[in-house]
Each structure stands twice: as structure tokens, then as C-alpha cells.
């Protein structure tokens, strides 16, 4: 019959809090590196009028698929649109923000490395649209977001229905016919990460748990 002595269980004990502590303290922040807003480069800097976005492509509309362009702003609908700034554009399927009525989805792709805890994953931002949103999906899943409209931008969080690789954040709105647009601003997607001196501590507690079993009448 096998079992732990008395002081390969202490062993075990202090290995398997050493285990504890290093999970809880170790965990380490990071964030998602290909998430943009609306409008910007690949440096996050806005864009001119009338370019199209190489971040979100319009994947649904009463036109069909097509790419998403920025929106001229010095002229309607700016105002009532709330203003461009450096960080962000409005974008829609052209420089005029002019479309067909109905649904619009705008797709964005970003990446969840293998090493995150998919527990953790949380984008955050500010959007809005014109006309009413529809939502926010996560790979299919509806979050529950509703936009301001576009006279102002309101925050979005998206916290589950991530997977590992690529991801597809959709924004879906309507229009009711006129001008049509997305703007999304601040976006940024965090994550923990569980390093490698956690697999060490892991290998620790096995190898002590199988040195420490023994038959009745030896010692560990």
C-alpha cells in the first residue's frame, strides 16, 4: 500500500502553495496588438476623407459586401455627426456616407494569442451610428451593446465569447435611408497571461508527489 510520510507531505504542502502564490502573483496584463479604431493606419493615425479603411470592411449591406471608406467631414452630416478627431473617423460604404436603407454589418478582425487566459479577454470603446445600432457581435454571439446614435459616442464592453487565433467583432446597424455611418473610438482589448515559471512550480509538485510515495515501513 502506497502513501506520503509525514515529510513528504510538508514537501507537497510548500510546493503546492509555492504553486498558489506564483498563479496569483505571476499573471501579467497584455494587451490585444491588432485593434483599431475607425479611420486610423496601421499607426493609429487618422486617415484623410474618402480613403478606405484597411481595418473594417462592410460585410452586409442592401448593396452587398463592400470596403469602408472615411467619411468627408466638412460638410453635412457634420454637424449633427459629432466631430473627427485624431484618433478615430467616422467610416461608411462612401466618402459621402450616403447608402441604400437597411442593415449594415462592419467587421473587424483581431488576434488572442494562445498563452491568455480566455477567461480574462475585455474590449472596451466608445461607437456610434447612424442610424440605430443593432448590436455588437463576438463572433456570432450578441453582446447586448446599443450605440448613442451619432451625435454622440457611447462605451461598449465586450468580455466572453472570444477563441483563440482570430476573432470578428461586428457592428451591426440600420439605416433608415441618407447618410449612414460607424465610428468607433478608444478601442483597446487586454488579457492575462499565465507565464512560464507557473509550469516550473507544476513540475515541482509532481516530482515531489511521486518521490514522496512509498510503500508502508520506508521513508520518504
Known amino acids: 500500500m502506497y502513501e506520503i510520510s509525514r515529510a513528504g507531505a510538508g514537501k507537497l504542502r510548500l510546493c503546492l502553495t509555492i504553486a498558489l502564490l506564483l498563479v496569483g502573483a505571476a499573471s501579467q ?37 463592400l470596403p469602408a471608406k472615411t467619411v468627408t467631414d466638412t460638410a453635412f452630416p457634420f454637424p449633427p455627426w459629432v466631430a473627427n478627431n485624431a484618433n478615430s473617423r467616422w467610416i461608411g460604404p462612401d466618402a459621402s456616407s450616403q447608402g441604400p436603407a437597411g442593415t449594415y454589418r462592419y467587421r473587424t478582425q483581431f488576434t488572442v494569442p494562445a498563452n491568455a487566459i480566455l ?40 468580455n466572453s465569447g472570444f477563441v ?41 509538485v509532481g516530482l515531489i508527489s511521486g518521490g514522496c510515495l512509498h510503500r508502508r515501513g520506508r521513508r520518504c
Request: glycine share 12%; net charge negative; with cysteine.
Open 29 to 65: 496584463a497584455a494587451t490585444i496588438n491588432n485593434l483599431y479604431n475607425t479611420g486610423v493606419n496601421n499607426l493609429s493615425m487618422a486617415l484623410a476623407a474618402n480613403v478606405v479603411d484597411p481595418h473594417y470592411v462592410i460585410t452586409v449591406s442592401p448593396s452587398g459586401p
Open 119 to 158: 477567461s480574462t479577454v475585455n474590449v472596451t470603446g466608445l461607437w456610434g451610428t447612424d442610424d440605430n445600432s443593432l448590436n455588437i457581435f463576438i463572433n456570432g454571439n450578441p453582446t447586448g451593446n446599443v450605440s448613442g446614435g451619432f451625435t454622440t459616442l457611447v462605451p461598449f464592453t465586450v
Open 164 to 204: 483563440f487565433g482570430t476573432n470578428n467583432l461586428v457592428f451591426r446597424l440600420n439605416n433608415a435611408g441618407g447618410p449612414t455611418g460607424l465610428r468607433v473610438d478608444k478601442i483597446v482589448g487586454t488579457y492575462q497571461i499565465v507565464p512560464e515559471p507557473i509550469a516550473g512550480a507544476l513540475v515541482c
